[in-house]
């Protein structure tokens, strides 16, 4: 049957018949929107807010953010609780992309007092060795370690306990006495990147490095 339209005198607004094409339309990103699942849009959401901080730096002067950033975490957290944070895939060479952590952020601002400047802020650990190193490298040839022991006390907890530290450069090492022990737990791990909280309530984003590193 064929749709007729209300008469032209009409004055009263009627609805429009179904066989009216409605204006409305779908796009392709609206589909993605809905689409996408909850921990990818929820990672993406996250790196989008630390892409510009600088490692973390310019966090620190910028409550707003680092609210908006610790939110974005959590949102993480939740979608990671109950899983298994500390197997084999932990092993890995990861790579700083952000952090709360004063003393890294202390020696990445003030690498250049020293004629250097920081590269990569790297976290190796293999869950069979029983070990976790903390690098800071100076490009071409300085770097600065901190040898652990772990122990996997959880689905997501890892303690360590620092056992030795060295300074090192081209044709040189000065070693340094170990300092202190703690935990860490990966809220949320996938084969991308890592979400982690420490003992000391300090926050850590990092990636899976397209290398690995040897000391």
């Not at 009216?20 to 990103?29: A, D, E, F, I, L």
């Not at 007092?113 to 802020?121: E, N, R």
Request: overall charge positive; aromatic content about 10%.
């Amino acid at each position: 049957m064929a749709c007729l339209s209300p008469p032209a005198t009409y004055t009263l607004k009627t609805p429009k018949p179904s066989c009216y094409k409605s204006t409305s339309t779908v796009t392709r990103s609206s589909l993605t929107d809905h689409s996408e699942p909850p921990a990818l849009a929820a990672k993406r959401h996250l790196l989008r807010l630390i892409a510009d901080q600088d490692r973390g730096l310019k966090t620190q002067s910028n409550t707003k953010k680092l609210a908006e950033i610790i939110g974005a975490i959590d949102s993480l957290a939740a979608i990671g609780r109950g899983t298994v944070t500390t197997d084999e895939t932990l092993s890995a060479t990861w790579r700083m992309l952000w952090t709360t952590e004063k003393e890294q952020l202390f020696i990445i601002k003030n690498a250049r007092v020293f004629g250097t400047a920081a590269g990569d802020v790297l976290q190796v650990i293999d869950t069979a060795g029983k070990s976790l190193n903390n690098v800071i490298t100076f490009p071409p040839d300085g770097v600065f370690f901190v040898r652990s022991d772990i122990q996997i006390a959880s689905p997501q907890r890892v303690n360590f306990q620092f056992t030795s530290a060295v300074l090192r450069g081209k044709g040189w090492e000065f070693p340094l006495p170990p300092f202190g022990q703690g935990w860490f737990e990966s809220y949320y791990m996938d084969d991308e990147i890592r979400v982690v909280k420490d003992i000391r309530q300090d926050y850590l984003v990092v990636e899976r490095a397209p290398y690995s590193w040897k000391e």
